[in-house]
C-alpha cells in the first residue's frame, strides 16, 4: 500500500470566518474522489490538527502502488477539485509519500 499526505496552512487572506466551509468543501470534494480516480483507495482529510501543528489542513490518501500518485495528480476529477476547492485557498504546500 502506498500513502500520499499533502498538508497545508490557509492563505493569509482567507478569513477566519470562512475557514470552517473551506474545508468541509475540501473534504466532501476530495472524499468524493475515491471510486472515480483508478488507484485511489481511501481518503481522509484531517481538518482539526492539535495545536502542535505546523500546517492546517492535511489530506491522508492510499493507493495501489506508486505510479497510482501520478495517474491520480493528473486525472481531470482530481484536478478539478484541487483547482476549484483547494489551492485558491491555500499555500505552504508539504508533501510525503511512502509505501508500507
Keep these: 500500500m502506498v500513502y500520499h499526505i ?3 496552512n490557509f492563505k493569509e487572506e482567507i ?3 470562512k475557514k470552517a466551509d473551506l474545508k468541509k468543501d475540501m473534504e466532501i470534494h476530495l472524499k468524493a474522489l475515491v471510486g472515480k480516480v483508478p ?3 481511501t481518503v481522509d482529510f484531517v481538518n482539526q ?3 502542535s501543528s505546523t500546517h ?7 493507493f495501489e502502488k506508486p505510479e497510482d500518485i501520478r495517474v491520480y495528480a493528473g486525472h481531470p476529477e482530481h484536478v478539478k ?3 476549484d476547492y483547494v489551492r485558491p485557498y ?3 504546500r508539504a508533501c510525503l509519500d511512502y509505501e508500507a
Aim: charged share 10%; net charge negative.
Design 49 to 51: 490538527p492539535l495545536s
Design 15 to 17: 478569513a477566519e470566518s
Design 81 to 83: 477539485v484541487a483547482d
Design 6 to 8: 499533502v498538508m497545508w
Design 90 to 92: 491555500v499555500c505552504n
Design 39 to 41: 488507484g485511489l483507495l
Design 56 to 62: 492546517d489542513i492535511a489530506l491522508v490518501t492510499t
